[in-house]
């Protein structure tokens, strides 16, 4: 049995809200998470707005404070103490740890190139050692993201939102990654484009054997893609499944809930507005 | 009696490259207590639609000369695109036509508080006093199911979660008795638990006050939840609309089955997710004849989408799509 990728436990992240000295007032963001990600699986989160599920991914790639608990990493080359991180250990880690934006207009320079954007991890982590050695390597992560070669010379504001979203992907995927997070990557994109950017992802972390945690406020994106779910409300972890378990036999109030509230596309099934809370 | 007809709606752009068509030859009309659910993907003209029933569109708008667009209230009908002045607008602006936008935060001014906003329209669009708004504000506040409405009304849009600031944004929109509301993606910036109050919310306001509203989204599961109607849009036209059971159930067009096919579904977690092939053109270069027929998978190459725009036929009753009357699928 391999070692999980991701480990955490007890994981807290707790925000200073002001107060003074003696009283000072703190947010848990993050409270007291455990829990695991296997090497190569695709696990989502889910929660409403609040919940920490973004806190929590933030908190994996070591860009906000763990405040409490452990974490480790542990793709079978190298491992890390999350907690404990030296600069170099933490250079090391950006490589291996990548995150895909949600908003594919606000994640990309207007004023650089395609191939400038996907070149640029490339070349602030020093991985390539030539500029031919860049452009092989650009040119076939943006070919595996299904990006038109051609298109490298332009800049974003010519591409719709799911071409973007593709330059986001290629750019995440530059630096050879083994673990990607991806915070709500399709919630600003329509559902024809929506399908296809996940059916990209899904192929990608065969093709390339990466594992996903995969950030989502929409239940039926995660149903779809995810083969474990986990539920977070108020920072804590309330119920952690396989997919198919979770929506087939939900176990917490909370998650039925969540559930019932989803609209239906049959228009007699009507959906439920959970209890004013 | 119809609330609203509007017919023959063609909404261009002036802009630097040309003129940029949004919106071609949109027919549709509306009772009053029906609700019309609008759906499209970004680009559709579906938010370009509706803007112009208040006639907010942006000073580059060029209408189509036959566009016509009617309201018609008790003391008789409204030529909406005649209205020149502002002062006439102010009964389509928040008189008998109201808006709810996407973004709660958005639509309140931050540095006013939710009841002097709401009081400030009142006193616009009615001849109430300061007083009876303040009372009628409210008791809207608590119609929407805001607790301790008296001191919400104090309070400013950030004091608010998003749920209760689209709930303010309802009961601000609702206050003047509108005849028609128009909503523009109301739910799409709220969580799942949120949205379903708030659809619960707008299905007992249309029992109650009996207003017809247009329901603008991308999403058609939301659709399926509150409309009796609804219309399929892209690149600004309709291809599809009829009866919400029979459009979701029988799909007639290819794009509204590309549509359904995309979504992700919670019945059957094995369907692949089938997104519509190619990318949405560029507005300057519309395709001719049928404006879907380049991303189509189902039509053969040299047919007549591609020079000949096919009409509204109805497939059933009540129930259109823009095919050809040879392509209408057989009822069985």
């Known amino acids: ?277 | 009696m119809s609330l609203i007809d509007v017919k023959n709606l063609t909404v261009q752009f002036k802009t630097d490259e040309g003129l940029v068509t949004a919106v071609d030859d949109v027919s549709f009309s509306l009772k009053p207590g029906e609700v019309m659910g609008l759906v499209g993907e970004s680009g559709s003209g579906k938010s370009v639609t509706a803007k112009s029933l208040m006639k907010l569109n942006a000073r580059n708008t060029v209408y189509g000369s036959d566009s016509r667009i009617t309201l018609h209230l008790d003391d008789g009908p409204v030529d909406v695109m005649g209205l020149k002045r502002p002062r006439d607008m102010q009964v389509v602006r928040g008189g008998a036509v109201s808006m709810i936008f996407q973004e709660p935060m958005a639509s309140f001014a931050p540095a006013m508080t939710i009841g002097s906003q709401m009081v400030e329209q009142l006193l616009i669009h009615t001849n109430m006093n300061k007083k009876q708004a303040k009372d009628l504000s409210i008791e809207m506040l608590d119609r929407v199911g805001i607790l301790d409405p008296a001191i919400r009304f104090g309070q400013y849009a950030f004091e608010l979660s998003g749920g209760m600031r689209q709930r303010a944004m309802i009961a601000m929109a609702l206050s003047t008795k509108p005849k028609l509301l128009i909503a523009d993606e109301p739910t799409t910036a709220l969580d799942v638990t949120i949205q379903a109050q708030v659809l619960d919310l707008m299905r007992d306001l249309v029992s109650e006050f009996g207003m017809g509203i247009i329901f603008i989204t991308h999403d058609l599961s939301v659709v399926a939840q509150t409309a009796d109607k609804v219309a399929v849009m892209y690149l600004g036209r309709i291809l599809e609309s009829g009866p919400v059971r029979d459009v979701i159930r029988t799909p007639a067009h290819a794009y509204t089955r590309g549509l359904l096919n995309a979504l992700p579904r919670l019945d059957d977690l094995d369907a692949p997710l089938t997104p519509i092939p190619g990318d949405i053109p560029s507005p300057l270069e519309r395709p001719n004849g049928c404006v879907f027929h380049p991303r189509n998978p189902e039509l053969q190459p040299g047919s007549r989408y591609e020079t000949e725009r096919p009409p509204l036929t109805e497939v059933s009753p009540g129930h259109f799509a823009a095919l050809f009357p040879e392509d209408v699928p057989s009822l069985p």
Do not use: W
């Open chain 1, 1 to 277: 049995m391999t070692k999980p990728l991701i480990r955490t436990k007890d994981l807290s992240v707790e925000f200073s809200i002001g107060g003074k000295i003696f009283n000072k007032k703190t947010l848990k963001a993050v409270n007291d998470v455990s829990f695991e990600i296997p090497r190569g699986a695709f696990v989502g989160v889910v929660g409403e707005s609040g919940s920490g599920k973004t806190t929590l991914g933030r908190a994996l790639l070591n860009a906000v404070d763990i405040t409490g608990g452990e974490a480790e990493y542990d793709d079978g080359e190298v491992q890390f103490d999350l907690t404990n991180m030296s600069p170099g250990d933490l250079k090391e880690y950006r490589r291996r740890a990548q995150l895909i934006f949600q908003d594919p207009y606000a994640a990309l320079s207007p004023r650089m190139t395609v191939r400038d954007i996907i070149a640029e991890p490339l070349e602030v982590m020093g991985l390539t050692k030539s500029r031919e050695e860049t452009d092989a390597r650009v040119r076939e992560i943006a070919g595996k993201c299904r990006l038109n070669l051609e298109h490298l010379r332009r800049y974003p504001h010519a591409f719709s939102g799911g071409q973007r979203q593709r330059i986001s992907i290629a750019r995440a995927l530059a630096s050879n990654p083994r673990f990607v997070i991806a915070d709500e990557c399709v919630a600003a994109l329509d559902v024809s484009i929506q399908a296809d950017i996940l059916n990209l992802l899904k192929s990608l972390q065969k093709d390339l054997g990466l594992t996903f945690m995969f950030i989502s406020h929409d239940l039926s994106v995660v149903a779809h893609t995810c083969d474990h779910v986990v539920v977070m409300y108020h920072g804590k972890i309330v119920e952690s499944a396989p997919t198919r378990e979770l929506f087939a036999n939900p176990q917490q109030e909370y998650t039925r809930n969540l559930l019932a509230a989803i609209p239906s596309l049959d228009p007699d099934q009507k959906s439920r507005a959970p209890a004013v809370g």
